[in-house]
């Protein structure tokens, strides 16, 4: 035994702590209270309970690109710029910022495509001030609260969106610039500039779209409220990369976003700038009248006859074509004046002055001739093109990015998304079947996927259940890795196995020993695994699983309540052997792991390749009829789950007095006969239906001092064999205790009366009692083939007892030390 357990480190789920810790504070093996090694009591303060510095968890690119203002030094967000975006992202500021962006990019062109009156003017310019006032307040707000927003384009899209709001304020303008005299003309120069200018306001209005754009974001994390994350790739909602990208996903996309915007506007402000045809015929129409009626005034005064007449008869037909309202000659001759149609009657921007002249030309407005131009229907025509050009940007944009995104996100952010989702998952529950994350047109990333799912396949069966969350947590962490960290704390219900002549076995099948091996781990993998349970260390000729989780810890539960309310145990009755109920029966924990046990143990028997291999004519001469067996143990308890090791090499691994007993429990099977032993602690987690099936056979203690138990077996026939293939169609618990039993009841009556006499020390009395059961047992067994007999743990007894003259030690206390 001692032999076994320095190779034995009862190992599988990692230490899990809060953080990696250095390897001093890994808790290893130390000396029991009686100078034995013990496998797993802790006694390290940093595995009792101290926990290590938690690293800084994994950040994004977007979170580390900037802190806030009031960001503490520790990295907690503080309540302020919580609920400053809280505020900017709430549906009603949301609601009125859209709002406020509508109207400052149509309103201005529906009140003059629309002719509104003159007298509502002053309210349109209040509404654009109040919007004004709460773009900057915007601004000033997310300058404060909104992380990495001084650096981003969206900073530099919104001020200068807010800014072309001051052209259609007049009094912002008048204010820094003094009120128009209305007198000032243009000459021709000034006019081609003017035009150039006026359409280069009207496209860089375009750039509030930039707002829209950002507050359709708004309006879709509140339609998708779901964090970044949540959710799987197999649920019926799809994959959450497609609705919550992950940063690069979100940079990506807003960079491409961006990108369109800004290609946009560029091509609408720019080619104005540089276009070589500019539609400035209207311009030019007006300062060719101006001209004319400057020549013909001049020619006038130069005593001509007919030039008078002449540019009066040009004056009336300006008049209906091309809305003339006032001309005043070189001399200062009032020739036109309709009060009707110039200011202050009708708004400034819808008259327009052209100046004329020889001596304009020069530069100087002094003896030009001055001519006024009412162009209000110029201006519809120009709110009607600048809405039609709204509407066609907006479908520009919103194609462009709807576009550019899908190809982005088909060849770029999908499989960037996807592989990060896979490994997402991967990170919450390293256990976890990683299902399918639909299918990639190219073959390269294919060919990534599969690697990602093949090193992750190989990490969950390199490591095991006991090391997901070393695997999880270093996945979180950054820097390097570091898998050692402080243990935790969980109840397990371990087994354990061991290969029977083992050695002989090794020596005569040489290089065959590994397919011999690996075949029964094959078994017992599966079998443990289809009844819930886990395989956790693999040691040459034995095999270390458990079970642990939540259902288990229930079970406990249940099991303490009824201890402490005196309920607990089995009572044994006639009809104990009636076939179980699968109608009434739902089986615990216990009762998987005893269904796993048994059967593990009818398939080794039952495998065809391993009765192949077991008949090597080597293995077969040293050891004539070998075939294969198992021993196996039972026993729950509590473990400290973690990583065993350095950064060269860890183990995921349980240290716990658990699995010494386990251990135990599968050694004592040579001295008791059986294949299977099975603590008190354990028979406990066992329905009471399972209860009847198992039998008290003794009462031990696993070491001096330590409290006592009561031992049992399952008495499964050693005839029975059963295919693997065809126990695993069986696999369920309801079918495997279908299987028969090795004794009959009359057997077990007679037994359990005389081991309750020798528990009591009167083993004299016990030995006759003993001596008839078994005989009863070997007269039933000539006509029951299922029966095993003589029956091994009673000879066990039998053999006991006679060593000390069938006379129980003066310090008996109905239980006795577990060899």
């Known amino acids: 035994m001692s032999g076994k357990l320095a190779q034995v480190v009862p190992v599988d789920k990692p230490a899990v702590a809060s953080d990696c810790v ?23 303060s940093a595995a009792a309970g101290q926990s290590a510095t938690p690293r800084r968890s994994v950040e994004t690119s977007s979170a580390r690109a900037s802190v806030g203002l009031w960001e503490s030094k520790k990295g907690a967000v503080h309540p302020a710029l919580k609920f400053g975006n809280k505020f900017l992202r709430s549906f009603p500021v949301t609601f009125v910022m859209m709002g406020a962006t509508f109207w400052t990019l149509i309103a201005d062109d529906i009140r003059i495509a629309t002719n509104i009156p003159m007298v509502h003017d002053d309210s349109f310019m209040l509404v654009t001030s109040v919007c004004f006032f709460l773009f900057a307040v915007e601004i000033a707000i997310a300058l404060v609260v909104k992380r990495g927003y001084p650096r981003s384009a969206y900073f530099l899209f919104d001020v200068v969106a807010t800014l072309t709001l001051i052209a259609e304020m007049p009094w912002v303008i008048e204010g820094f ?129 007919t030039a008078s007449v002449a540019a009066r008869r040009l004056i009336d037909s300006a008049q209906s074509f ?44 002094d003896g030009c001739s001055l001519g006024g131009f009412f162009k209000r229907a110029d201006l519809v025509v120009q709110a009607q093109f600048s809405l039609g050009l709204l509407a066609f940007v907006v479908v520009l944009l919103i194609g462009g990015v709807v576009i550019f995104n899908r190809i982005a996100t088909r060849y770029c952010i999908a499989p960037i998304e996807k592989l ?104 017992v993998h599966h079998a443990v695994h289809d009844c819930g349970g886990f395989a956790n260390k693999n040691i040459g000729d034995a ?3 458990a079970w642990t989780g939540d259902k288990l810890e229930r079970r406990i539960a249940q099991v303490q309540h009824l201890d402490r309310n005196k309920q607990i145990g089995a009572v044994f009755t006639d009809n104990q052997f009636e076939p179980v109920s699968r109608d009434k029966w739902s089986p615990t924990v216990g009762d998987k792991a005893m269904a796993a046990f048994i059967r593990l143990t009818i398939c080794v028997r039952g495998a065809t390749a391993l009765t192949e291999l077991v008949q090597n004519p080597v293995l077969q001469k040293r050891l004539p009829g070998y075939t294969v067996r198992l021993g196996c143990g039972l026993h729950v308890g509590w473990a400290i789950e973690g ?39 354990t028979y406990k987690l066992f329905s009471p239906l399972v209860q009847r099936l198992v039998r008290r056979i003794d009462r031990v203690y696993a070491t001096a001092g330590a409290e006592p138990f009561d031992l049992y077996t399952y008495d499964l026939p050693t005839s029975l ?72 743990p009673t000879l066990a007894l039998l053999k006991l007892m006679a060593a000390s003259d069938f006379k129980a030690p003066d310090d008996w206390a109905g239980c006795r030390e577990l060899e």
């Open 420 to 523: 990060f989702a896979i490994v997402n998952s991967f990170a919450k529950d390293p256990m976890a079947k990683l299902g399918s994350f639909g299918d990639d047109t190219l073959d390269e990333l294919n060919e990534l996927e599969q690697s990602i799912r093949k090193i992750a396949s190989l990490l969950q069966v390199g490591i095991g259940l006991a090391g997901r969350e070393t695997i999880a947590r270093c996945l979180r962490t950054t820097g390097d890795i570091n898998p050692i960290a402080v243990g935790i704390k969980v109840n397990c219900l371990f087994g354990f196995c061991d290969i029977r002549q083992f050695t002989d076995a090794t020596e005569c099948l040489q290089e065959q020993v590994m397919l011999f091996t690996n075949s029964v781990g094959h078994i």
């Open 543 to 545: 095999f270390l699983v």
């Open 721 to 792: 064999a059963v295919p693997p293939d065809e126990a695993k169609e069986r696999a369920m618990a309801e079918h495997v205790f279908d299987y028969p039993l090795a004794i009959t009841p009359e057997f077990r009556a007679a037994f359990d009366e005389a081991l309750e006499l020798y528990l009591q020390g009167k083993w004299a009395e016990a030995r006759p009692l003993f001596e008839a059961a078994n005989a009863l047992l070997v007269d039933q067994a000539k006509e029951n083939k299922n029966l095993d007999a003589p029956d091994k």
């Open 22 to 44: 250095e390897p001093a504070a890994a808790s290893a093996p130390t000396k029991g209270a009686q100078g034995e090694k013990s496998w797993g009591v802790v006694r390290s």
């Open 322 to 365: 091309q809305h003339l309202a006032y001309f005043r000659a070189y001399d200062g001759t009032v020739l036109l004046e309709n009060l009707q149609i110039i200011p202050p009657a009708v708004r400034e921007v819808e008259y327009a002055v052209a100046l004329a002249g020889t001596s304009c030309a020069s530069g100087s407005h």
């Open 177 to 305: 610039m003094g009120p128009d005299d209305g007198d000032n003309g243009q000459t021709a120069s000034e006019a081609s500039s003017t035009a150039r200018t006026v359409r280069l306001l009207r496209v860089v209005r375009l750039i509030r779209l930039v707002r829209l754009i950002k507050l359709y974001k708004y309006a879709l994390a509140r339609l998708l409220p779901r964090e970044p994350g949540t959710g799987s790739p197999d649920s019926g909602d799809g994959p959450s990369w497609q609705d919550n990208p992950s940063a690069v996903g979100r940079a990506l996309q807003e960079s491409i976003t961006l990108q369109v915007v800004v290609g946009v506007l560029l091509m609408l402000i720019v080619f104005p700038l540089i276009s070589v045809t500019e539609a400035r015929a209207g311009f030019d129409y007006d300062l060719e009248l101006v001209s004319q009626l400057d020549a013909l005034w001049r020619a006038h005064r130069a005593g001509s006859a």
């Open 643 to 681: 990583a065993l090791g350095t950064q060269k090499k860890i183990d995921a691994t349980y240290l716990s007095p658990a699995t010494n007993v386990a251990m135990g429990l599968e050694g004592a099977t040579k001295q008791y006969g059986n294949l299977l032993l099975i603590s008190q602690e």
